[in-house]
């Protein structure tokens, strides 16, 4: 298994408990583990009865874990906030209030939640030297896998952006004649060097979800979630981010044999379009299920969580860098 382990899907479908059940399983397997929630219901603190921020802290009774939960309101307050900051040193006065207004205008701009959690999460990444594995519930919103798959697009932007200035800058160095204008330098201008520190990162980016990164799928026994799940595994798989597999919960238990009540019936027609949903997962998809997950009665937590994470069937050491 590699570094970072992210487990995406639609809304609702367990990712908090499944990724919370699998850094559980890591850090009893003694690997230093984080499991890093971008869910704004902070389910993780939910699942093991601990308040968790955006500053890792330890799990309480889980030797070697470490859990922190990503406000996407804040991240998105934080990231526009230091491109206001970053802004307003470049610009004449003048334009201040106008980048205020429209830093404002962005925070409400389709996309500006899942741009923010993609800098959060390079910046997990770039600072996890202390952990052997990183674990991701991914948000809810089908837009941060799909952001996750494109670093390679936004270097490329960044580069188009960063040539369209140096070439604004030699063309405003030609035209500094005797010395009556400012000459500015390539070398100097702060807005090549804000463009050429975002092309890094998204270089970085790419670099370590294409190498270091696995991406598994949480998906339940339902035609909605179903047809999702492929659109999210043919996202990825245009990005070649590594897809390693489909975790199917909340599949319903199936009642005894001599159980032959109303409910009964219900739990064994319920179990048998099921199973045919899940062979659905086995024969349509080109991604192995490596784990099926019944529905508890109570919520996944303590005791609950350690049952979860034997039924999880994802390896759990690290295999080397290449």
Known sequence: M???????????????????????????????TLVVSTDPAHSTSDVFDQQFDDTPKPVDGVSG??????????????????????????VSPAMVNEIDRQVEMAHQTPGAYEAALFDRFVDVMRESDEYDRVVFDTSPTGGTLRLLSLPEFLEGWAERLLAKRKQSVRLF???????????????????????????DRFALAGELLREEA????????????????KRAIGSLDDATLDVRGLVVNKLTPEPDDDEN????????DRVRTERERLQTLREEFDKPVVAEIVTRVAEVKGDLLAEVAAEIDVEVHREPVK
Request: proline residues 4%; charged residues 30%.
């Open 173 to 199: 160095e030609r035209a500094a004649i005797g010395g009556r204008e400012p000459r500015r330098m390539r070398e100097g201008d702060p807005v090549i060097a804000q463009l050429e520190e975002r092309r």
């Open 214 to 229: 696995a991406f598994f799928l949480v998906v339940n026994p339902d035609e909605l979630s179903i047809r999702e799940t």
């Open 2 to 32: 590699r570094k970072f382990v992210f487990f995406g899907g639609k809304g609702g479908v367990g990712k908090t408990t499944v990724s919370s059940a699998y850094a559980y399983k890591c850090a009893n397997a003694g690997l230093r």
């Open 65 to 90: 874990l470490d859990a922190m939960e990503l406000d996407p309101e804040e991240e998105v307050s934080r990231h526009l906030q230091g491109i206001k900051r970053s802004l307003s040193t470049q």
């Open 261 to 268: 009540g109303r409910g009964a019936r219900f739990l064994r």
